[in-house]
């Protein structure tokens, strides 16, 4: 079997500078002369470029170097241009797969589209329509690069690299995320208020394979109980007194995401009825109507309160409860891990330091350690207030308000905020904005 060519590249200095290594390209062709005269005119303008001339030179080649643009025919002798496509891909999910074809007809070309290739090509080639084809599919790979670098850094923002701590409770909390954040199991996240329940929601959605679908919490203790059933399934206009029009609910909004009910414990008895039924069928109904819709829906929820003795005093159904608790994530208080403080302290003056512009080197007491907390939870409720009212502090790009009912918010866009010592956004005392929803009816 003949091996690849490698070419040696010779530029074009008649015109503007041409920077070598434009590119490393591989041209996979069972016609040598069209496949030596493509790679000659590109090497003309600084790609680097192999020359492969069958299927299986081409196979061979994308195993010994890495390519950033594979230039193939269709319609080979022995390995054709899907295989070659399939096979690029496998081995370098970034790389720009260009298909050509002679035989007067698109619609292999089209399928290769459809499979992953950025654009086609009919021979005979125009040297000048290949070169700006090149170029365009080249740069169309780098954006997917770039993007594809911004998201890995938006997760580690939301990921698990925003949870503080290195006790042994928060590395066991963190290795257990981590594990179950792939899946699509109930989780039941608990612990005492200010522990970082949401932060960690956030995680394990930020980290599953919903993620790109959105996250939409609800704090159901901040809802009256009439309300609850509404914003879970939504309602149809004039389904009671004030349903002017009609509103999805939030599983809904969750649909392929996951939805976050925070303080599950609160959620009235006839309601949870309705709520085991959509978890065991997919299922919803909008009150005020029959026609069944299909969710589908990870369901992480969280509670400050022992469930077990709300099923002893009959208040929680038990039923609901092992749907809920498939997975239980325990978070404990920052008074039974003493040794994450001095890493909180450290987070809070490099926080204030970033805020207020003021550098500070550390912390040289213990007063001066309970100073810096005090002010991260006063910050926090100073946060709480003036999101209520749509502002934003002083010195803090603004937080999006949450919208109205009707629109949840959803996604972790915008979430800036400062922790607290245990880890939550805000003290849990804080209802947010959903107890301004249930005073004005969901307005």
Known sequence: MAETQTRNTTLDTSGPSAEPSRGAILIVDDDRHHAETSADALEMVGYSCDVAASGEEGLDALKNRQY?????????????GMEILRRAQEINPFVAVVVFTGHGTVENAVEALKRGAVDYLVKPLNVDGLRIRVEKALERQELVRVNRDLEQRLDSRFGFARIIGNSGAMRQVIELSKQIAETDVAVLITGENGTGKELIARAVHENSLRKKRPLVPLNCAALSPQLVESELFGHEKGAFTGANFQKKG???????????????????????????????????????????INVDVRLISATNRDLTKLIQEGTFREDLYYRLNVVTIHLAPLRERRQ?????????????????????TGMERDSQRADVVRLAGERARAQA??????????????????????????????DDRLPVAGGDSAPRGRKGPDSQHARSGGR
């Open 340 to 360: 994450d403080i001095p890493l909180l302290v450290d987070h809070f003056v490099r926080d204030f330091s970033r805020i207020y512009k003021k550098p500070l």
């Open 250 to 292: 939030r599983f809904e909004f969750a649909n392929h995401g996951t939805l976050f009910l925070d303080e599950i414990g609160d959620i009235p008895l006839e309601t949870q009825v309705k709520l085991l039924r959509v978890l065991e069928d997919g299922e919803l109904t909008r009150v005020g109507s029959n026609e069944a």
């Open 68 to 80: 950033d643009l594979v230039l193939t025919d269709l319609v080979m002798s022995d390995v054709d």
């Open 385 to 414: 207030r003036h999101r209520k009212h749509g502002r934003g502090l002083p010195g803090k790009r603004p937080h999006h308000g949450e919208p109205p009912a009707e629109h949840p918010p959803v996604g972790a866009q915008g």
